[in-house]
């Protein structure tokens, strides 16, 4: 394979997949490779393993806009999600582009020559591939390790304690009493999960998370499938589910008090009678000011009905032998702990970038359409929405790129770069108030308070924006090399 390639792809996970078959049915001649740092494809979808992982997004907005979604689940296993994802690498021929074992170390811009040198670590090895344009899709956290608060006297534990990041293939926890620390969409994943064998599953959180009930399968969906053909189908239940979306959040920041007794009384009816609803699962903030959780079927709610699963509504004080000591002074028995308790954020896989020799520290960058860089020539990036599915903004950052490659084709442009406004107030990127977002988000790019700088959280502003909106928006600054590039 050559060491020269029109675009450069970093990551092999559902964006990086997505933007290759994008890319690739745009431009069937231009050369494209996906650098991999894993030695498999898939990212989260293959990375994480534990009991029940599912999405909680349903599969007619986190599938791709170009592969129906045809499985009559709406909520779907990790495993199918993946075999998903590999059947779109497979049958477009992308899985033969992807260099697996190739952890993207830097990035840096020559504009004399208009392109990008990286460097990758392969094996012991450091090998460099150049490109025109740089695309990358390494998603928004480390990969070597989830977070973990330090839990006072954790040693005394005599049982396993897992991050949900790291679960070991032979855990056996038939007949044991678990503890899920944690209140996210993981922990609510995991404890209706775990009582398939355990003997009793407790959800340990600090303070309760909008959850809410919804059906595993979506009828509609499915009879659409059947009457449209599944293209069709597909596209009128994609738009159903974006519009219900919108609706919902639009409705949770505009009258949040709607619907906070809304999903109480919805709650209600799926607990036992008597269920003290508001100690464990009235949140103290608004509905998506943090991510709301689905549960499929109410699977978490029944599993408490039948005394299989508990929630406790407290702080750990500490571990002993056999258990967790509670700020309120009860001792909570366990055999083995979960720490469900989130994830590291990783802006650009790690990679570090540098324009013309000069390193770029990115809180100082602004995030063009939230998803390019100030600063940044012919640099591309896939992050998705907190408030709808990942893959609904992904697909609108390939198409966007499509038609930037085209505009600068036509043109005869070998650069592209989003020109930083000193007018424009800074935002934070990622505009969520929970604690993994909070840790870090100051190492991220910033947004602006206005467009094209402003974080787009509404898909169908983002279709008018990438699908339809100018490129050359007088934002962008295009520029042509005279230098000859020896390919
Ligand atoms: C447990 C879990 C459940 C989720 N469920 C949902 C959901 O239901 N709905 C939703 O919208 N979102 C969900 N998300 C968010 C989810 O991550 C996205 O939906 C989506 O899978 C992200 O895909 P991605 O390809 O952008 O990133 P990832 O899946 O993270 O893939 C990134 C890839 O890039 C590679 N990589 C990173 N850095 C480098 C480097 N320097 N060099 C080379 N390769 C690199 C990684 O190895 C990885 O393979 C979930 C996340 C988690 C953790």
Not at 99 to 111: K, P
Not at 123 to 128: E, F, I, N, S
Not at 189 to 205: I, S
Not at 440 to 449: C, D, K, L, Q
Request: aromatic content about 10%; some cysteine; hydrophobic content about 40%.
């Amino acid at each position: 394979m050559s060491d020269h390639v029109d675009v450069l792809i970093v990551g092999a996970g559902l964006s990086g997949v997505g933007a290759a078959h994008h890319i690739h049915s745009a431009f069937p001649s231009r050369t494209y490779a996906i650098l991999e740092a894993r030695e498999s494809s898939g990212g989260t979808w293959d990375l994480f393993r534990y009991p029940g992982v599912r999405s909680d997004s349903d599969m007619q907005t986190l599938g791709y806009r170009f592969r129906p979604w045809t499985q009559a689940k709406a909520i779907a296993d990790g495993p199918a999600i993946l075999d998903y994802i590999r059947d779109t690498a497979a049958e477009a021929g992308i899985d033969r582009h992807i260099r697996y074992g190739h952890r993207v170390i830097s990035a840096s811009w020559s504009t004399e020559d208009a392109r990008w040198t990286v460097e990758v670590r392969h094996g012991d090895d450091t090998v460099r591939m150049t490109a025109r344009f740089l695309y990358l899709c390494t998603g928004y956290y480390h990969y070597d390790g989830g977070y973990q608060p330090e839990f006072p006297e954790l040693a005394k534990f005599g049982g396993p304690v897992i991050h949900p990041q790291e679960w070991p293939e032979d855990l056996d926890y038939a007949g044991k009493k678990v503890v899920v620390i944690g209140s996210g969409a993981t922990a609510v994943t995991l404890v209706p999960a775990m009582t398939d064998k355990a003997e009793h599953v407790t959800m340990l959180q600090r303070s309760p998370t909008y959850i809410v009930a919804r059906p595993g399968e979506d009828k509609l969906a499915n009879q659409l499938r059947r009457l449209l053909g599944d293209r069709l189908g597909y596209m009128v239940t994609r738009w159903k589910n974006v519009a219900l979306a919108t609706l919902i959040y639009q409705l949770s920041r505009r009258r949040p008090g709607m619907i906070r007794s809304f999903i109480r009384k919805t709650t209600v009816p799926l607990l036992p009678p008597g269920y003290d609803v508001d100690t464990h699962f009235k949140p103290r903030y608004d509905p998506w000011d943090q991510r709301l959780c689905l549960v499929p079927d109410g699977d978490l709610f029944r599993a408490i009905r039948h005394g299989k699963a508990s929630v406790v509504t407290d702080e750990v004080a500490g571990f002993t032998s056999s258990g967790i000591r509670l700020k309120s002074g009860q001792d909570l028995p366990a055999d083995v702990v979960v720490t469900a308790t989130g994830l590291r954020l990783l802006a650009f896989g790690g990679i570090g970038l540098s324009v013309d020799g000069r390193e770029i520290k990115l809180p100082e960058t602004m995030a063009y359409k939230g998803m390019m860089l100030s600063g940044l020539p012919n640099f591309v990036f896939t992050i998705g929405y907190t408030n709808a599915s990942w893959t609904l903004k992904a697909d609108l950052v390939a198409e966007y790129t499509v038609r930037l490659l085209r505009h600068m084709d036509r043109n005869g442009y070998t650069q592209c770069v989003p020109v930083a406004d000193p007018d424009v107030t800074e935002r934070p990127l990622l505009d969520f108030a929970a604690g993994y977002v909070q840790r870090t988000v100051h190492e991220f790019p910033r947004a602006g308070s206005r467009q094209p700088w402003q974080l787009g959280m509404s898909y169908a502003n983002d279709v008018v924006l990438l699908r339809h909106g100018k490129i050359d928006d007088g934002t962008l600054r295009f520029t042509k090399t005279h230098k000859r590039v020896v390919a």
